[in-house]
C-alpha cells in the first residue's frame, strides 16, 4: 500500500522544484543568473534527497527528471497538429520590396503596415507540445507533415521548459522553434573534442542536429544546446492577436524568445533592421543567416494565407554570402578515394563567418585555369552557408611581381605514379590503385558515416593502421585483433574494444550501405539503394548482368557498366571473399512490411502541390514502393499532378492506372 505523504514534505518538494524551475529560467531563458552554480547545486542535491526517501512525490516534470535515457529502436514517426511550413526567400531590397507590394494587396488603406522582424536562427527547428501546461511531445520538421518523436534528448535542453509557468497556461499549445547553439559554445566544445581526439562538427547547425537525432541522450544531454521560439502550431484555451503578442505570451510561459527580434512599422523601418542585423551577425551570440519577416497582425496573416509549402504572410531575407580578402600562400594536390587528383588553396588564416578560413576549393583544373591564380596572390574567399570556402578571384593588380606560377603535378603526390587525364574530363587521375592516399581515403569512406559506419575510426586512425602495416583494405579491417589496436600509440583497450565492437555491428550493416561502402564509381547513396532493393543480397548484386542491370529505371550505361568492371576485377572477388570468410554479411534489403505500396513500382510526374518531389519519393519508398522515373512495362501506378505530359501518355496506352496527387496521399495514408 502507498504511504501517505506527510503535506510538509510535499510542500517543500513543490517549494525547491519551483526555486530550480525559476534558476533554469533566470539562467537559460532570461540569460540572467539568480543563483551561483554550489547554491543551484544544494537545492538540487536536496529535492534529489526527497524524492529519493519518498519516490511517491516524483512526477514527470520534475527538474530531476530531465534525465536521458536511451532509446532502443530510432525514432517514432510524429504527426504534426499543422504542416510545418518552411519560407520563401528574398535576398536583396528589390526582391523584398516586391513581396512587401504584393502583400499590399491585402491591405486597406487604414490597415498598419506593421511586421515582426527576427533573426533568422541558423539551427534545427523543433515543435513543443504542452498538454495542461506539460511537456508531452518535442519532433523534429521532418518532411512538414510528419516528423520524429526526439522527445526524450529534447527533455535534456534546459532552456526548454519541462512545464509553462504563470497564470494563462493554455490547455494545449504547440509551440515551434530552433534548437541552436551558442558561437562560443560551439568552438569551446570542438576544442576540447579535437584535444581528446574526438569528433568535431563542421559547423554549430550540424553539432545541435547531430545531437538532436543521437539514440543515447546522455550525449545531447551533455551538450550546450539551447532553444527559441518563434511560431505557434496550433493552441486550445488561448488567442494571440499578432506575432508581437504572441512572442510576448511565450515569453511569459517561460519560453525562450529571439531577443534581438522587433515589432517595426513599414517596409522602410525593415529594409534598416536588416541592414542593423547584417552589421551585427559577427557580435550576436549565435549563427544566423537571415532575417525573417513577418506581417504582425493575426487576422491579416490569416487572410494571406498560405501557398502549398510557405505562408504568403512571411519570407525570409537571405544574409549575403560572406567575402573576405586573404593571400594565398600555396596550392596543395589531394588525391581522393577514385583517385582524382584536386587542387586545393593554402590561405593565410582568416576569420570568416564565424570559422577561422585556412584552406579552399579549386575544384579542378578547368578552374585553376579559369581563375589565373598565382601563389602569393591577394586572394577573395567566399563561404555561403554549409559550403566548403571558395576562391572567388585574385587582385591581379595588386601582384608586387614576386608571385610565383602554379605547378601542376605531373605525379601523383601519394606515390609518384604518372598521372592522367581522362578524356574529355577535367579530372587528373592517379591510376595506382595501391595509391596509399586513395587506400585511406577509400577506407574512410567504407568506415564513414554514409556506409558502414565504424564510429572511432576516422581519417586519422585509419592513416594510423595502415602506417603500422595493420590494414591494406578494407577486408583487413575485418581481421583486426584487440592487442594490436590496443598497443597502438594513444589507443589503450578501451578503445580498441569499442571499435571492434563496431567493426563487429558493420558486419550486418544494410546491403545498400555497404554497396555504398564498396566505393563503386558511379554508385552513391541512391544507386546503393537501387541496386540492393533490386537484387535483394551481395550475391545476387555480384551475379546481375548488363541486361538485368539496364532493366531497373535510374540505372544507366555508365553505372552498369562500373558495376561490372568492379566486380569482374579479380582484386576485389578477393576482397570480398576474405570479408565473407570474416563474416560480413550485409543485411539483406527488407522491404516495409504491410506499406500501401508494398512491392509497387510508381513514377510520379507533373506538378505536385503538397509534397516535394523528394517527399513524394520518400513516402513511395516508406510505404515499401520502389519510385521510379520512367514508364515501362512493370510500372504499377503513375501519380500524375498539373501538367503530366509524355509520361502520362505513355501511361494510358500501357493501360497503367493513374492517380492525381490527392488520391495518392490517401492510398499513402496521408489524409
Ligand atoms: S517562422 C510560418 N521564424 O527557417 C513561419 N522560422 O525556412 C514558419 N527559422 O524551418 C517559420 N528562424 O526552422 C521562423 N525567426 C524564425 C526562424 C525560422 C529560423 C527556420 C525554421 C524554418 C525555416 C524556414
Same mark, same amino acid.
Given at each position: 500500500? +502507498?504511504?501517505?505523504?506527510?503535506?510538509?514534505?510535499?510542500?517543500?518538494?513543490? &517549494?525547491?522544484?519551483?526555486?530550480?524551475?525559476?534558476?533554469?529560467?533566470?539562467?537559460?531563458?532570461?540569460?540572467?543568473?539568480?543563483?551561483?552554480?554550489? *547554491?543551484?547545486?544544494?537545492?538540487?542535491?536536496?529535492?534529489?534527497?526527497?524524492?529519493?526517501?519518498?519516490?511517491?512525490?516524483?512526477?514527470?516534470?520534475?527538474?530531476?527528471?530531465?534525465?536521458?535515457?536511451?532509446?532502443?529502436?530510432?525514432?517514432?514517426?510524429?504527426?504534426?497538429?499543422?504542416?510545418?511550413?518552411?519560407?520563401?526567400?528574398?535576398?536583396?531590397?528589390?526582391?523584398?520590396?516586391?513581396?512587401?507590394?504584393?502583400?499590399?494587396?491585402?491591405?486597406?488603406?487604414?490597415?498598419?503596415? @506593421?511586421?515582426?522582424?527576427?533573426?533568422? !536562427?541558423?539551427?534545427? =527547428?523543433?515543435?513543443? !507540445?504542452?498538454?495542461?501546461?506539460?511537456?508531452?511531445?518535442?519532433?523534429?520538421?521532418?518532411? =512538414?507533415?510528419?516528423?520524429?518523436?526526439?522527445?526524450?534528448?529534447?527533455?535534456?535542453?534546459?532552456?526548454?521548459?519541462?512545464?509553462?509557468?504563470?497564470?494563462?497556461?493554455?490547455?494545449?499549445?504547440?509551440?515551434?522553434?530552433?534548437?541552436?547553439?551558442?558561437?562560443?559554445?560551439?568552438?569551446?566544445?570542438?576544442?576540447?573534442?579535437?584535444?581528446?581526439?574526438?569528433?568535431?562538427?563542421?559547423?554549430?547547425?550540424?553539432?545541435?542536429?547531430?545531437?538532436?537525432?543521437?539514440?543515447?541522450?546522455?550525449?545531447?544531454?551533455?551538450?550546450?544546446?539551447?532553444?527559441?521560439?518563434?511560431?505557434?502550431?496550433?493552441?486550445?484555451?488561448?488567442?494571440?492577436?499578432?506575432?508581437?503578442?504572441?512572442?510576448?505570451?511565450?515569453?511569459?510561459?517561460?519560453?525562450?524568445? !529571439?531577443?534581438?527580434?522587433?515589432?517595426?512599422? =513599414?517596409?522602410?523601418?525593415? +529594409?534598416?533592421?536588416?541592414?542593423?542585423?547584417?552589421?551585427?551577425?559577427?557580435?550576436?551570440?549565435?549563427?544566423?543567416?537571415?532575417?525573417?519577416?513577418?506581417?504582425?497582425?493575426?487576422?491579416?496573416?490569416?487572410?494571406?494565407?498560405?501557398?502549398?509549402?510557405?505562408?504568403?504572410?512571411?519570407?525570409?531575407?537571405?544574409?549575403?554570402?560572406?567575402?573576405?580578402?586573404?593571400?594565398?600562400?600555396?596550392?596543395?594536390?589531394?588525391?581522393?578515394?577514385?583517385?582524382?587528383?584536386?587542387?586545393?588553396?593554402?590561405?593565410?588564416?582568416?576569420?570568416?563567418?564565424?570559422?577561422?578560413?585556412?584552406? &579552399?576549393?579549386?575544384?579542378?583544373?578547368?578552374?585553376? $585555369?579559369?581563375?589565373?591564380?598565382?601563389?602569393?596572390?591577394?586572394? $577573395? !574567399?567566399?563561404?555561403?552557408?554549409?559550403?566548403?570556402?571558395?576562391?572567388?578571384?585574385?587582385?591581379?593588380?595588386?601582384?608586387?611581381?614576386?608571385?610565383?606560377?602554379?605547378?601542376?603535378?605531373?605525379?601523383?603526390? +601519394?606515390?609518384?605514379?604518372?598521372?592522367?587525364?581522362?578524356?574529355?574530363?577535367?579530372?587528373?587521375?592517379?591510376?595506382?590503385? +595501391?595509391?596509399?592516399?586513395?587506400?585511406?581515403?577509400?577506407?574512410?569512406?567504407?568506415?564513414?558515416?554514409?556506409?558502414?559506419?565504424?564510429?572511432?575510426?576516422?581519417?586519422?586512425?585509419?592513416?594510423?593502421?595502415?602506417?603500422?602495416?595493420?590494414?591494406?583494405?578494407?577486408?583487413?579491417?575485418?581481421?583486426?585483433?584487440?592487442?594490436?589496436?590496443?598497443?597502438?600509440?594513444?589507443?589503450?583497450?578501451?578503445?580498441?574494444?569499442?571499435?571492434?565492437? *563496431?567493426?563487429?555491428?558493420?558486419?550486418? @550493416?544494410?546491403?545498400?550501405?555497404?554497396?555504398?561502402?564498396?566505393?563503386?564509381?558511379?554508385?552513391?547513396?541512391?544507386? =546503393?539503394?537501387?541496386?540492393?532493393?533490386?537484387?535483394? #543480397?551481395?550475391?545476387?548484386?555480384?551475379?546481375?548482368?548488363?541486361?538485368?542491370?539496364?532493366?531497373?529505371?535510374?540505372?544507366?550505361?555508365?553505372?552498369?557498366?562500373?558495376?561490372?568492371?568492379?566486380?569482374?576485377?579479380?582484386?576485389?572477388?578477393?576482397?570480398?571473399?576474405?570479408?565473407?570468410?570474416?563474416?560480413?554479411?550485409?543485411?539483406?534489403?527488407?522491404?516495409?512490411?504491410?506499406?500501401?505500396?508494398?512491392?509497387? #513500382?510508381?513514377?510520379?510526374?507533373?506538378?505536385?502541390?503538397?509534397?516535394?518531389?523528394?517527399?513524394?519519393? @520518400?513516402?513511395?519508398?516508406?510505404?515499401?514502393?520502389? &519510385?521510379?522515373?520512367?514508364?515501362?512495362?512493370?510500372?504499377?501506378?503513375?501519380? &500524375?499532378?498539373?501538367?503530366?505530359?509524355?509520361?502520362?501518355?505513355?501511361?494510358?496506352?500501357?493501360?497503367?492506372?493513374?492517380?492525381?496527387?490527392?488520391?495518392?496521399?490517401? @492510398?499513402?495514408?496521408?489524409?
Amino acid at each position: 500500500m +502507498a504511504r501517505e505523504v506527510p503535506t510538509p514534505i510535499r510542500a517543500q518538494v513543490a &517549494a525547491l522544484r519551483e526555486q530550480i524551475r525559476d534558476a533554469d529560467h533566470r539562467y537559460y531563458v532570461l540569460d540572467d543568473p539568480s543563483l551561483s552554480d554550489s *547554491q543551484y547545486d544544494e537545492i538540487y542535491r536536496e529535492l534529489v534527497a526527497l524524492e529519493t526517501a519518498w519516490p511517491e512525490v516524483v512526477a514527470a516534470d520534475s527538474p530531476t527528471q530531465r534525465v536521458p535515457g536511451v532509446l532502443g529502436e530510432g525514432f517514432q514517426p510524429f504527426q504534426h497538429p499543422s504542416p510545418m511550413v518552411s519560407l520563401d526567400n528574398v535576398t536583396n531590397a528589390e526582391q523584398f520590396h516586391d513581396w512587401v507590394a504584393s502583400g499590399d494587396r491585402y491591405l486597406r488603406s487604414e490597415d498598419p503596415r @506593421r511586421y515582426s522582424v527576427e533573426p533568422k !536562427i541558423d539551427g534545427i =527547428g523543433l515543435e513543443l !507540445i504542452y498538454q495542461d501546461g506539460v511537456l508531452v511531445t518535442a519532433a523534429t520538421r521532418g518532411d =512538414g507533415l510528419v516528423g520524429e518523436d526526439v522527445t526524450t534528448n529534447a527533455r535534456t535542453i534546459r532552456s526548454v521548459p519541462q512545464r509553462l509557468r504563470g497564470p494563462n497556461v493554455p490547455e494545449w499549445i504547440a509551440v515551434r522553434g530552433e534548437c541552436y547553439c551558442r558561437k562560443k559554445d560551439f568552438f569551446a566544445f570542438n576544442r576540447a573534442a579535437e584535444e581528446a581526439g574526438e569528433r568535431t562538427f563542421a559547423n554549430p547547425r550540424n553539432f545541435v542536429g547531430g545531437s538532436l537525432r543521437m539514440l543515447d541522450s546522455t550525449v545531447p544531454a551533455s551538450r550546450p544546446i539551447r532553444y527559441f521560439a518563434y511560431a505557434l502550431g496550433g493552441v486550445r484555451g488561448a488567442t494571440y492577436g499578432s506575432q508581437g503578442e504572441l512572442m510576448a505570451a511565450l515569453q511569459e510561459l517561460g519560453l525562450p524568445t !529571439i531577443p534581438e527580434a522587433r515589432v517595426l512599422d =513599414g517596409a522602410d523601418a525593415v +529594409a534598416a533592421r536588416y541592414i542593423e542585423l547584417v552589421e551585427a551577425r559577427e557580435s550576436v551570440p549565435y549563427e544566423m543567416d537571415g532575417v525573417v519577416i513577418k506581417v504582425d497582425d493575426a487576422a491579416l496573416q490569416e487572410r494571406m494565407g498560405m501557398r502549398t509549402r510557405s505562408p504568403v504572410w512571411a519570407v525570409a531575407w537571405k544574409f549575403p554570402a560572406q567575402r573576405a580578402l586573404t593571400k594565398l600562400n600555396d596550392v596543395d594536390w589531394q588525391v581522393g578515394r577514385t583517385g582524382v587528383v584536386t587542387p586545393r588553396a593554402i590561405l593565410e588564416p582568416v576569420f570568416l563567418a564565424g570559422v577561422t578560413v585556412s584552406h &579552399a576549393t579549386l575544384h579542378n583544373l578547368d578552374e585553376l $585555369e579559369r581563375l589565373q591564380l598565382k601563389i602569393g596572390d591577394e586572394v $577573395e !574567399i567566399e563561404r555561403a552557408g554549409d559550403v566548403i570556402p571558395k576562391v572567388l578571384r585574385a587582385l591581379d593588380d595588386q601582384r608586387s611581381g614576386d608571385e610565383r606560377e602554379i605547378q601542376i603535378p605531373t605525379t601523383c603526390p +601519394a606515390c609518384a605514379t604518372v598521372l592522367h587525364r581522362d578524356e574529355g574530363k577535367v579530372a587528373l587521375r592517379c591510376g595506382n590503385f +595501391a595509391c596509399p592516399a586513395q587506400i585511406k581515403r577509400h577506407l574512410a569512406h567504407f568506415a564513414g558515416r554514409g556506409a558502414l559506419d565504424v564510429r572511432g575510426l576516422g581519417e586519422k586512425q585509419i592513416e594510423q593502421l595502415l602506417r603500422e602495416g595493420l590494414v591494406q583494405d578494407a577486408a583487413d579491417l575485418f581481421y583486426l585483433e584487440e592487442d594490436a589496436l590496443a598497443a597502438l600509440d594513444r589507443w589503450g583497450v578501451k578503445s580498441a574494444q569499442n571499435v571492434l565492437a *563496431q567493426l563487429e555491428a558493420a558486419r550486418t @550493416r544494410p546491403l545498400d550501405r555497404f554497396l555504398v561502402g564498396l566505393g563503386i564509381r558511379e554508385v552513391g547513396e541512391r544507386g =546503393g539503394k537501387i541496386l540492393a532493393r533490386a537484387f535483394g #543480397t551481395l550475391a545476387g548484386v555480384q551475379a546481375a548482368t548488363k541486361e538485368e542491370l539496364l532493366e531497373l529505371d535510374e540505372v544507366g550505361e555508365a553505372m552498369a557498366d562500373s558495376v561490372l568492371d568492379w566486380f569482374s576485377e579479380p582484386r576485389n572477388q578477393a576482397m570480398l571473399e576474405r570479408m565473407r570468410a570474416a563474416g560480413v554479411a550485409p543485411a539483406e534489403v527488407a522491404v516495409a512490411a504491410g506499406g500501401a505500396f508494398e512491392g509497387l #513500382t510508381l513514377v510520379l510526374t507533373g506538378k505536385l502541390e503538397e509534397l516535394s518531389r523528394d517527399e513524394a519519393k @520518400r513516402l513511395v519508398e516508406a510505404q515499401g514502393g520502389r &519510385a521510379a522515373s520512367s514508364i515501362s512495362k512493370r510500372t504499377d501506378l503513375l501519380v &500524375a499532378g498539373p501538367g503530366a505530359g509524355s509520361k502520362l501518355k505513355k501511361a494510358e496506352e500501357l493501360g497503367i492506372e493513374v492517380v492525381d496527387e490527392a488520391e495518392f496521399l490517401r @492510398r499513402a495514408g496521408r489524409v
